[in-house]
């Protein structure tokens, strides 16, 4: 710091500047003497602070380099756009560049990262389209490499807002957060709404547009500011628009970048705002909108227009609003805010009773803080609170909606638990009065968290699946420091700890990457850090919140004693004030006050815990307002106190869900330091951005800067310490070439060819690096050595550079120099050297100027006076000469000379002007040549161009239409398809009798559907000419029915005839079975053998014993006929009928009344009324003919009906195994029909299996038996029957599938024989098409066929790229070991793609395999290189995943049901050769047997598989709900998150400078009323007197 050097010096503490600009007169080695550059008769010292011994370095009290001022040029060009690239970047630098930028309309200024944003109190043109479009080209040209990295604009919340959405569009997906903090009135709500309105209409790009009357989501986003303004902002001394909470935004968007919601979570809501607010200041904006804006109806139903006002506002007569005196806003009017509140509510989809239930909460806590009490006795003889006016509270309740006598005993007592019994205590007036407030607040506060709810529920995204990434806005409180700190300010500013923790780490990141970018030494740098602080707050045990919360168990806590516990706990010592980590401080005056400090990054904040630290804390809610709550007749105040008591419950104890014992209420710093927690982790899984704004003075007034204010604020919000941040390692930075060229001054006598004075070099590092080691040599050189300005043989210069005051010798270590490659890093001492030499050697140069210049001068006069004398001694020699008479002939000379001379000069010029009108002449022709030359030239080539344009536009159209025709017929291609695939499944849905149920149900729902609306439209006077349209509607409804009753008409007597014949032929069978028996009794007593017979010898081994008559009469194994059906059957056929019957009575008796209804309705058409008793004869009449018409449609039919198919398989079944039926002959001419799977239930009552051999359409719907429309077992058993035979039936298609191929992609994992062997994979993520191949008759011999796809596009694109040939050899089917669904042995997101790199993404992990539905896993048989072997497929459906999983499944069962081990023991191989005396042949018993064995075994393996797969899925399942209940909770913390609408600020705005100057009239007018009422009163009392 030499003479002449500008520095900043801090000014006195009463001064409104902090530092002010002054130059430096005289450095001594002890202080610094410096004057005042506006006032330079203000000349002050500052004294030496610090000096260093080895470097040299001084360091003078508050005094600090200043830069070299900007020209107008600089300051267009952009040069102080960022405050990191000045050369002094300190407090009063970024001060004085931040002023300088104010006030020539800059608002908006970087510092590195960060934004600083200046509230100019103006509407400036900065927010247009134009603008916006602008900040949106550049971004979207940047992030697709067409623009420079560098950008040309002026620094703007539009960047910020930019450059968060392009790095979450980037190739990560990574998301974003913007953090915007200030005091209040900074402009951080603006700020946010700018920000929030950039993205939403970057987001809201391209996407479909809504249905008509639909909102957006952007709109939807949007709409929620006022509302959440509306319930959450108040005005305050310094913001009339204030946010009394803090909320985090988070607006997610799809993988094509397009908004699909938005979320919000609040923070520390104000709610000692209800009862009490300040002069000047206002409660929330909700009440006085609805005091000022609701008309005389809603003023009626609220009951507010029966308030006596006295001649005042309503607002002004409410206790909760006139405290402050109810002041108007100065941007816009309450009335006009409570239509557009009501506006946005409904369009967040909230309905009229929601939002008059919500009006009548409001109205109901404005009336709450009217109740007063009185002193009355109680039972004990002591003063107690009474109501005093008992309508009042009535009306209180009935607009809270809960009960008055649970009001009246939650305002005037007070009950306690304690060891299962409650204790009351009766309330005073002024305790009476606290709980009046305490439950205000508590209903609002639960109100606001209720809106909060509700308005996510508006915004929020469908499905979570559809987030890709998302942008966090958090719009958060400022650091705050008051005259008077309690328990909100230590909050506040332990957030702003938090937060600035994560910023220093995050410039710590930025400072890390750019030293590795330069490639400099940077490990040994060491950076602050403020953990210390914030263990001081939060820690266990010992912190200030865990301490709080200890104080507030106990029962007798106070805030006297919580002071203490901090003293013993910090500063334990006697003569102890400061604590250990220097951040908890209190002298003994501050003790004896309960007061406290702690040294935040700002600065230390003095707190006085006796302002209700505790009271605040607990927050709690008794026990009385609790029931009332809890028990309030509206539904409306149950869910908002829900919501509450779910926020502030503390489950946290508990080990498990499974206790319900009752839960402890979580305290403020608790619930607060959750919350925290969330946030924080929150941002740092995002990139952070950052925007810090400024208040430039409090009273609001535009072009008007308080310096100080501003430092205040720039060290509150953390600017300071991240500049701190920024330069603890290296501070002062220039580019190569700036660093060349200024220091390279200081070697005048090194020569060019050691060091060149130009920067030309390519090379720029090596010539900075020899300029470091030159300066560092010759600061040796001259280190310790006297310079004598007399010594002989030395320049001038020289001579003059000696006699100056010598700087500080160059002279440091080498090592705090880092030369980067594209900049060099300077520590202060270096730069505090080099910079002394520059201006040591620019004095010297100056010296030397000057002493040129003045020998310059003195030069000149000596001339001008030598000649001066010279040409006074010519002229008295021309007189001489004169006189001697020879002047005469000298001046003829002279004349001739002189003509000769203008002769030859007008013979030049004429000359000339001969050659230039040839010139002139010459260029005209050659200009008009070249002009129709060129002309022709152009139209040449236009026309060139113009054929060239119609030829290509000519092929275009030409592949356009090909391409469009092409398309056209592929269209209507997959149409066919469908309409195919659909008229399949309609075919199969009306085959399918699981239906009738359904469709019974259905035609129940229009008959019911049809009485409404024939109901309601009789009651309705309408039109003759309606009523008749919609009555042909209604009939033709009818008509439908009819037709379906009779339907239902005919199949009962189809059935009824189907009964009758049943009993008919069981009769008939009994009596031959009767017939048949005696003659079996007959041959039975026939004469015995004689014992020595060879019957009596040679027993068959399979004859019977000899039974009794009474057992032949019980046997029944007759030669059944083929129409055999037995008398169960027959039973469960009369139940069937008798359902049909009822149903078909509930049918009639529906299709009855509809037909009274229109009847009744005809009539009244044509001016009839008729009675019951008419329309009952009038139905009958047409019942009859209904009946009549339905006897002939039946008769017309066949009169036998068709057998169904179990009546038919029953009899052929039953006949086939007793020998029965029709003959061979019979057999053969009839067609062919099903077959039992079993010979008869009596002899294999284990196995029912159905028809294994009956054959159905394939476009039978597939009805599953638990889950289909059934009413008893034997149903449910015929639907599971046919659901096995059409699996079965699918299961072959299934293998058909498998042969025709299917496309996958196919992960290939292998693991080796350790536990811990790292996963391989030979193939990954290839798309190959997967087919299986018989080479043999046996399926041990198939083999699955795994083929690459793609040809020369998916070689470029590297699709397969590195797939392992040996992973795509065939797999056989014998060397699967198992089939499984889903991703076994390994997490599907991290699956690596075809490059190498895992497809799961951070955050939300949501990539391209998701999800896990779509894969399938076969496990091989191990192999030498491999102990497992997995084959991991993905299929493109589930659909498609689920028909492979079964197919192979199918394939592998029946692999091992015919060429395996046997699974069931039902198997036999035994032959039987003397079957004849057998009644029911073994053979086909046996046979039988195993055809069910082999349909056992396979259903056995399938359903062991599948029980397998359930299983996992249940513990995965079960995984997933610990997970989405940890969720829940954490997001139920965040559902307290308020969102913005900047348009509402935008447009209420406007009239903000105009309604400032009103402001100020209205208070002078108002202060010159004031003064003429006192002048006016004064002369009254004088003329009085």
């Known amino acids: 710091m030499e003479a002449g050097t500008y520095v900043w010096c801090t000014a006195d503490a009463k001064s409104d500047d902090a530092w002010i600009l002054s130059e430096v007169v005289k450095r001594t080695d002890e202080e610094l003497e410096v004057k005042q550059v506006d006032k330079p008769d203000n000349v002050f010292k500052r004294p030496l602070e610090v000096k260093d011994e080895e470097t040299g370095d001084r360091k003078f009290q508050g005094v600090e380099l200043a830069n070299a ?27 004085h560049s931040v002023s300088e930028r104010f006030f020539h309309g800059k608002i908006y200024t970087w510092t590195g990262p960060v934004l600083i944003a200046v509230n100019p109190f103006q509407r400036l043109p900065l927010y247009t389209d134009e603008i916006l479009d602008s900040y949106r080209s550049e971004g979207l040209f940047r992030s697709q490499g067409m623009g420079n990295a560098k950008s040309d604009l002026d620094p703007h919340v539009f960047a910020v807002a930019d450059r968060s959405y392009r790095q979450m569009m980037d190739r990560e997906r990574k998301s974003q957060s913007i953090l915007i903090s200030g005091e209040s009135g900074a402009g951080k709500t603006e700020s946010t709404k700018i920000v929030m309105s950039y993205l939403t209409t970057l987001g809201g790009m391209g996407q479909e547009q809504q249905k008509e009357g639909e909102l957006s989501v952007m709109e939807r986003v949007l709409k929620s500011n006022p509302v959440l303004e509306a319930f959450g902002n108040a005005r305050t001394l310094r913001n009339d628009n204030s946010s009394r909470f803090g909320k985090f935004i988070e607006l997610g968007f799809s993988r094509a970048g397009h908004l699909m919601g938005a979320k919000v979570e609040t923070y520390l809501l104000e709610k000692v705002r209800i009862a009490f607010h300040a002069s000047g200041e206002r409660n929330y904006h909700i009440f006085y909108q609805l005091l000022r804006g609701a008309n005389e109806e809603q003023k009626e139903k ?26 108007q806003l100065r941007e816009y009017t309450d009335e006009d805010s409570f239509d557009y509140t009501l506006k946005a509510m409904r369009a967040l989809g909230w309905s009229e009773e929601t939002i008059d239930n919500v009006l009548s909460i409001i109205a109901g806590l404005l009336h709450l803080g009217e109740t007063q009490f009185s002193s009355v006795a109680s039972d004990s003889g002591q003063d107690a609170a009474g109501i005093e006016d008992e309508e009042a509270l009535q009306r209180t309740c009935t607009l809270l909606g809960v009960d008055v006598e649970k009001m ?7 009950v306690v638990v304690a060891r299962g019994e409650e204790i009351k205590t009766e309330l005073t007036v002024d305790r009476a009065t606290d709980a009046r407030d305490a439950l205000a607040k508590t209903i609002y506060g639960a109100l606001f968290l209720w ?9 929020k995204w469908e499905k979570d699946e559809e987030i890709r990434s998302s942008v966090g806005v958090l719009d958060i409180f400022g650091f705050e420091c008051f005259a008077i700190n309690s328990f909100e300010q230590l909050c506040i500013n332990f957030t702003n700890e938090a937060l600035q923790q994560q910023f220093n780490k995050f410039i710590f990141k930025l400072e890390q990457a750019e030293y590795e970018a330069e490639k400099i030494e940077w490990a040994f740098i060491s950076f602050p850090d403020n953990q210390d602080c914030l263990d001081t707050i939060q820690q266990k045990k010992t912190g200030i919140l865990a301490m709080l919360d200890d104080e507030c168990r106990l029962p007798r806590g106070s805030d006297k004693n919580f002071a203490k516990r901090m003293y013993d706990e910090w500063i334990p010592g006697k003569d102890q004030t400061v604590s250990d980590n220097t951040r908890f401080s209190a002298t003994k005056m501050q003790q004896a006050k309960a007061i406290f400090c702690v040294r935040h990054f700002a600065g230390v904040v003095e707190y006085r815990s006796e302002t209700n630290f505790l009271e605040k804390n607990k927050d709690e809610v008794p026990l009385t307002a609790q029931s009332l709550l809890e028990t309030a007749p509206s539904q409306l105040m149950k869910d908002v106190y829900a919501i509450q008591k779910k926020e502030t419950e503390d489950r946290s104890g508990d080990s498990g869900g499974n206790k319900r014992g009752p839960s402890k209420q979580k305290t403020v710093g608790q619930q607060f330091k959750e919350q925290l927690n969330s946030l924080i982790s929150s941002v740092e899984k995002t990139d952070p951005h950052y925007i810090r704004c400024l208040k430039p003075n409090d009273s609001a007034k535009p072009k008007m800067l308080t310096r100080k204010r501003l430092t205040e604020q720039l060290r509150y919000g953390g600017v300071l310490e991240a500049v701190r941040v920024a330069r603890a390692g290296y501070p002062v930075r220039m580019v190569h070439q700036e660093f060349f060229q200024r220091y390279r001054m200081l070697l005048p006598a090194v020569p060019d060819s050691v060091l060149p004075w130009s920067f030309a070099e390519p090379d720029a590092q090596k010539l900075c690096v020899k300029l470091v080691e030159e300066c560092l040599a010759e600061g040796e050189k001259h280190k310790g050595k006297k310079l004598d300005p007399k010594e002989a043989g030395i320049t001038r210069f020289e001579k003059i550079r000696r006699m100056q005051h010598q700087p500080i010798p160059m002279s440091f270590p080498k090592t705090d120099v880092q030369l980067g490659l594209t900049k060099v890093f300077m520590r202060k001492p270096p730069h505090d050297a080099l910079e002394a030499h520059r201006v040591f050697h620019q004095t010297a140069s100056a010296t030397l100027l000057q002493s040129w210049l003045r020998g310059l001068e003195r030069r000149k006069r000596f001339f001008i006076l030598l000649d001066a004398a010279a040409l006074y001694k010519d002229a008295t020699e021309g007189i001489r000469v004169a006189n001697d008479g020879t002047s ?44 129709v030359f060129r002309g022709f030239q152009t139209r040449r080539f236009l026309a060139a161009i113009k054929i060239q344009k119609f030829k290509r536009m000519h092929t275009r159209r030409k592949n356009y239409r090909k391409l469009k025709s092409a398309v056209l017929s592929l269209q209507c291609k997959a149409r066919v398809i469908i309409a195919c695939k659909v008229l399949k499944g309609l075919k199969g849905e009306q085959k399918d009798i699981g239906k009738l149920k359904e469709n019974n149900e259905k035609l129940k729902s229009e008959m019911q559907s049809l009485k409404a609306m024939l109901a309601a439209q009789a009651k309705e006077d309408a039109s003759n000419s309606k009523h008749a349209k919609e009555l042909e509607e209604k009939q033709r409804a009818v008509d439908k029915l009819e037709k379906r009753v009779a339907q239902l008409e005919h199949m009962l007597a189809s059935e009824k005839a189907k009964v009758e014949r049943l009993e008919a032929d069981l009769k008939t069978q009994k009596e031959k079975a009767a017939a048949d028996l005696a003659n079996r009794g007959s041959m039975h007593r026939g004469p015995p053998s004689p014992p020595g017979s060879p019957m009596h010898k040679h027993k068959s081994p399979h004859h019977q014993p000899r039974v009794s008559d009474a057992e032949l009469q019980s046997m029944s194994l007759p030669n059944l006929p083929s129409n055999y059906v037995s008398p169960e059957v027959v039973a469960k056929h009369k139940a069937s009928v008798s359902r049909l019957e009822q149903r078909l009575t509930e049918e009639r008796k529906l299709r009855r009344e509809a037909d009274g209804e229109i009847i009744k309705l005809r009539a009244a058409l044509n001016g009839v009324q008729l009675n019951d008793s008419e329309v009952e004869a009038l139905l009958e009449q047409r019942m009859q003919q209904t009946a009549k018409n339905a006897a002939s449609e039946i008769q017309e039919e066949k009169s036998e009906p068709k057998k169904t198919s179990l009546q038919a398989a029953l009899a052929d079944g039953v006949a086939s195994v007793f020998g029965g039926g029709k003959s061979e002959e019979e057999k053969k001419e009839d067609k062919p029909r099903s077959s039992l799977s079993m010979a008869v239930d009596s002899l294999i009552p284990k196995i029912k299996r159905g028809f294994a051999g009956e054959e159905q359409k394939e476009d039978d719907a597939m009805v599953v038996g638990w889950k ?35 496309e996958v992609v196919m992960w290939q994992l292998n693991r080796g024989e350790a536990k811990d062997a790292p996963a391989e994979f030979p193939l990954k993520a290839s798309h190959v098409t997967m087919k299986m191949q018989k080479k043999g008759d046996m399926m041990v011999q198939a083999v699955l066929n795994f083929t690459v796809r793609g040809g020369y596009l998916s070689k470029a694109i590297g699709r397969n790229r590195g797939a392992s040939k040996t992973a795509l050899e065939p797999l056989s089917l014998h060397d699967i070991l198992e089939v499984k669904a889903g991703c076994s042995g390994y997490d599907h997101t991290e699956l690596p793609s075809s490059t190498g790199r895992t497809s799961k993404t951070k955050g939300k992990g949501k990539g391209e395999n998701s999800k896990g539905s779509l894969f399938i896993t076969l496990t091989a048989s191990p192999t030498p290189m491999a102990e497992t072997r997995s084959y991991i497929l993905k299929f493109k459906s589930r659909s498609a995943r689920n028909d492979i999983l079964h197919g192979l499944r199918s394939l592998l069962a029946d692999m091992q049901i015919y060429e395996g081990v046997s699974v069931s023991k039902l198997h036999t191989d035994a032959d039987y050769e003397n079957d004849e005396g057998v009644t029911v042949p073994l053979a086909a018993v046996h046979k039988v047997l195993d055809r069910e064995r082999e349909a056992y075994d396979r259903v056995v393996l399938m359903l062991l598989q599948g029980f397998e797969d359930l299983k996992e899925k249940e513990d995965e399942l079960l995984t997933l709900r610990k997970r989405l209940e940890h969720v829940v909770e954490e997001s139920a913390e965040k559902d307290r998150v308020q969102a913005n609408d900047s348009k509402l600020i935008m447009q209420l705005s406007k009239k903000l400078e105009t309604l400032l100057m009103d402001n100020e009239d209205l208070r002078d007018q108002n202060d010159r009323l004031n003064t003429r009422l006192i002048a006016a009163e004064c002369e009254k009392m004088n003329s009085m007197s």
């Open 1268 to 1302: 289909s429309g059934v009413r008893s077992r034997k149903e449910r058993e015929e639907v599971l029957r046919d659901e096995v035979h059409r699996f079965e039936s699918q299961l072959k298609q299934y293998n058909h599938l498998l042969e025709e191929g299917i």
């Open 302 to 327: 609220y009951m507010l227009s029966g308030k006596d006002s006295g001649g005042l506002e309503l607002p002004n007569c409410f206790h909760l609003t006139k405290q402050g005196g109810a002041p």
């Open 408 to 414: 009246k005993l939650a305002l005037t007592q007070r």
């Open 451 to 459: 809106v909060v709810d509700s308005v996510n529920q508006s915004i």
């Open 888 to 931: 005469f002939e000298r001046r003829l000379r002279w004349n001739e000379l002189r003509k000769g001379t203008a002769a030859l000069l007008l013979t030049n010029f004429f000359r000339m002007q001969i050659s230039r009108h040839k010139y002139n002449r010459a260029k005209k022709g050659a200009v008009t040549y070249q002009a």
């Open 69 to 95: 001022p900007l020209s107008d040029e600089d300051r267009a060009d952009g040069r102080d756009n960022d405050l990191i690239t000045l050369p002094h970047l300190h407090e009063p630098a970024i001060l």
